[in-house]
């Protein structure tokens, strides 16, 4: 045996595209993935019937459509179709090179046929059988392929995740230990999620690894672990690009099979109109007779001995190479060198039709070779302790590494709708506790309606402008139907049936898949459960920047008002803070970050903290009034009190024009604009001292009545008037 | 006013329209409009209250909390607002102040934002100015290994923003340096005035390190010598009700 491992790691995923509607172009992705790459990676598998290493992930779309009886029959349908017309043309007059390839795709499709019955139309069963007999790993990816680092909530990532997982679950009977991430996407952070969901290892592109901090000793060589302990695996780009590339990769060869040249666009129209869209659109039949030949547009008839052959002379080819490979790297210990090559699925049969027979006859020329061949999940079995744990930045296996795929100007419109239905379901989750059937079925439904268009499939096909519409219209369904799905809930307007009808349209994961409270914080547990809840109702809202300032009766009012029964919340300026005493809410809100040199927009900063705190508390605590004591917070607190419609009572202790009593700057008459503004859209004015009644009068020309303040007043909100008229 | 508003909005016109029709200012328009809109589901909510079956404790926040009851249906907080739509049928703003930062390459990030007619009220009612005449800017901060809270920065840098924005990518930014970016006004004496404030985004590295940071944190965290990882994580848990004790 070599010294040095290979482990393949092949994704199959797709986004979800069952539609209840025949005829949906999109669901034919699923057939030919199953036709070209599913099957034949299990005749591969079944043909060699021992341990290969290798890591299959299946994505949880794939596996429920997998699993899907109508998607099943579909397909069954697809491929006697495909049968039909192969039949029909072999009745043609064909050139015998012609007819040899449709005689290859005859056979091929009756085994497909045969192979797909064999397994009871799921494939989830065979994939499972293999795994049983321990001749391959098996993992899975989130929820739909959501793309981690662009999620606003941790929540959110979680809920890819662990519903991923119970999906994957639910079909397989276990728990796999890896995950793969969509689009090989790492956070800092994301690790953190992932090893608390019981996930200990994951694959990055080569330069994560290679510009990781500290530069790990063996470079690619070996996987290293994130902080948070996940093992992350490094696609080997080198090896990887002998497969892949389209310039120096095998499936270039011209013995290949040529995948743009289709026989439904070498025939006329009424030739296979019957096997084409009812609605007359030309689509891929899947018989594809002609090999790439070469870099012309002339293309020969495919001759499926000679692609056959040339796959024996590739996987010697890349075994050879591997094997000089390892031994270059033999001098690397603890652990020994391991080449770890991550792939789409669907490279393998789909774009490259010859690629599961070249995996297959690979393993066997490994075995020539020496080369051992072992899953991620056997590797850190044996070398866990001489792993190396580093901090790995942001990036992707995507174009330029990084996020450009997923968001740039032709799909950046999405992102701000995704973070919205983020904050919502937390929303949602927080507000709603109640266990009944129908409250946890609503949020079901909107945990899968956001994960349905979370998935990284809409913004990547934007970017890529192939199926574009079909992509951004998926995209908005599924926000409209959150919307839809939550206005009923709030209006209490759902029923069960109606939900039950919903997800018949999109019968993606069984409901106990989905944690109703992923998104629930401990927080907003308690705030919403144990927060005590006489504190939400018939509050009372003081605003002030001397809540503790001796010289202003604030505290002792609001002590008095809190003994007389009101609910009392006071937001003042200081430390960032909260203290509840005597009965009272005390805020205190402080402006932070790099300093404003003017006096008048350091208050507009204070306004605006006191404004975020008020809108907070909003949530949950229902305002009966608004009483400021501060010209200096006077913006925040009228704007308040204006946009929620609540009476606004205001304190004057002193006017601009006592405190600069010969100032005429912009600062003072700035402060005397907003503070004849303020007092103008007062409800009920309070003098604290008898001096600032003139000044109220005849500079600010408020007609309303001043009333004397006094900390024991009884009953000072009498005189506000109801209801309270707006604008 | 009301009376005229419905009947506009009837006729489909925008909150923008109807303002102009009616001379009045879209806030107000906005205001009438979705206090109405919330009157109509309230009393929605009064009239199932009167069923015998579910009587549901309507809280302003909605936050219910009672033994679970057979299909007892529980109201929730305000009603969804109602947001202008395109003609997809998507809202063309939330009533959100969120600003959010991601990372789009080593020397790029995209932003959005989002402001709610209140803060735009506040700005408003403080500088007694029209929203739309205000100088927005954006303001970029290298705050890595700094504590911004504390007024720290390593630079900073702005630049003004083009009317009808609500997204931006900023570039270039240096690779492995932490941001955090401001939207805001800039007043008539010269101050950048910041509205809202994104978390803090890191830019990743792009190429191998030479001199790292990373060492001695990652070491401390992983020998649990801190509470918290000494980096940025952009994951963190979202707390609908965040700054309520």
Known sequence: ?????????????????????????????????????????????????????????????????????????????????????????????????????????????????????HWGRNLNHAFRHYK??????????????????????????????????????????????????????????LDKIMYEEGIRYTFVDEHSILNADPTPKHGIGAPVYSPHGVALFPRDQIISGRIWSSVIGYPGHPDYREFYRDLAYDREWDQIAEFMHPEGLRYDTGLKLHRVTGESDQKEYYVRDWAWKR??????????????????????????????????????????????????????????????????????????????????????????????????????????????????????????????????????????????????????????????QYAANRFREHIKRFEETERRLDA?????????????????????????????????????????????????????????????????YAKRLAASGENVYVITSGATGYRHEDGIHVYSVEVNGLPLVQTYNQLAGLNLAVLRQAQALNKIVEFRLVHNFNMETASAAQSFAEMNGLPLVSNVYDLESERSPSGTGGLVVAIKRLEGEALRHSDVIYLEREEARNGIEQDYHVAKELRTFQVDLENPYQHIMNPKKNG | MLEKIIKLKEQGLTIKQIAEKIESTEGKVKYAWSKYRKSLTENKAVSTESSPVAKPKKKKAGVTVSAP??????PALTAVPS?????????????????????????????YWELSELSRK????????????????????????????????????????????????????????????????????????????????????????????????????????????????????????????
Not at chain 1, 138 to 158: D, I, K, N, V, Y
Not at chain 1, 375 to 384: G, I, K, V
Not at chain 2, 126 to 141: P, Q, T
Request: aromatic letters at 12%.
């Open chain 2, 122 to 245: 506040m700005l408003e009612t403080h500088y007694h100015a029209s929203f739309d005449s205000f100088r927005k800017e954006m303001r970029i901060i290298d705050v890595t290994l700094r504590d911004y809270e504390k007024g720290e920065v390593n630079r900073s840098y702005q630049f003004e923003l083009p009317e009808m924005t609500n997204t931006w990518f900023v570039r270039p930014l240096m690779p492995n340096t932490t941001y955090i970016i401001e939207w805001g006004i800039q007043t008539i004496d010269g101050d950048f005035l910041p509205v809202l404030r994104s978390k803090p985004v890191e830019t990743p590295r792009d190429e191998p390190v030479v001199d790292g940071r990373f060492s001695e944190v990652v070491a401390r965290w992983q020998y649990g010598e801190v509470e918290q990882p000494e980096w940025v994580e952009v994951l963190r848990p979202y707390s609908y009700f965040d700054r309520i004790r």
């Open chain 1, 492 to 556: 209490q307007e759902l029923t069960l049936d109606w939900l039950e009808e919903r997800y018949a349209e999109y019968p993606f994961l069984a409901d106990t898949d989905i944690e109703p409270d992923v998104f629930l914080t401990p927080h907003d547990y308690y705030v919403a459960v144990q927060r005590e809840a006489s504190w939400n109702s018939e509050a009372v809202l003081l605003v002030t920047t001397q809540y503790d300032d001796p010289n202003r009766p604030v505290a002792e």
């Open chain 1, 1 to 117: 045996m070599r010294k040095g491992y290979f482990s393949l790691v092949l994704h199959a995923h797709l986004p979800y595209i069952r539609h209840q509607e025949a005829h949906r172009l999109e669901e034919r992705w699923m057939y030919e993935a199953i036709s070209e790459t599913y099957i034949p990676l299990l005749w591969e598998i079944d043909r060699l019937e021992r341990p290969l290493g290798w890591t299959i992930s299946i994505s949880p779309p794939v596996i429920e459509m997998l699993a899907d009886s109508l998607i099943q029959d579909r397909y069954v349908e697809h491929l006697d179709d495909t049968l039909r017309l192969i039949e029909q043309e072999l009745q043609r007059e064909l050139v015998n090179e012609e007819r040899d390839a449709l005689l290859f795709y005859k056979e091929r499709y009756h085994d497909l046929k045969v192979t797909f019955e």
């Open chain 1, 132 to 189: 049983k007999q321990g001749y391959l790993e098996l993992m899975t990816c989130t929820a739909t392929h959501g793309f981690s680092p662009h999620m606003l909530s941790e929540q959110a990532a979680r809920s890819e995740i662990q519903t991923g997982l119970n999906c994957f679950e639910r079909h397989y009977g276990y728990r796999p230990t890896g995950l793969w991430m969509p689009e090989c996407a790492y956070t800092p952070g």
């Open chain 2, 69 to 74: 009851k057979q299909n007892e249906i529980v």
């Open chain 1, 311 to 468: 796959t024996d002379v590739h996987a010697n080819d890349f075994a050879e190479a591997l094997a000089n490979h390892l031994d270059e790297q033999s001098g690397q210990d603890f652990p020994p060198f391991l080449v770890t090559a991550p792939f789409d699925a669907e490279l393998f049969g789909h774009w490259w039709f010859e690629g599961p027979d070249f995996l297959g006859k690979t393993m066997e020329r490994f075995e020539d070779y020496g080369i051992e061949s072992i899953s991620p999940a056997m590797f850190l079995e044996r070398h866990f302790q001489d792993i190396e744990t580093v901090h790995i930045a942001m990036g992707t296996w995507g174009r330029k590494g990084y996020a450009d795929v997923w968001i740039n100007e032709r799909n950046d419109w999405m992102i701000r709708h995704l973070h919205q239905l983020e904050k919502r379901l937390a929303g949602v989750v927080a507000r709603n506790r109640h266990q009944d059937e129908l409250t946890v079925k609503a949020k079901r439904q909107l945990i899968r309606e956001y994960l349905l268009a979370v998935s990284s499939d809409w913004p990547f096909i934007l970017d890529g402008q192939t199926t574009a």
């Open chain 2, 83 to 111: 947001l202008e739509r395109d003609a997809f049928g998507m809202a063309t703003h939330y009533e959100d102040d969120i600003i959010h930062a991601i990372v789009q390459s080593p020397t790029a990030v995209y932003v």
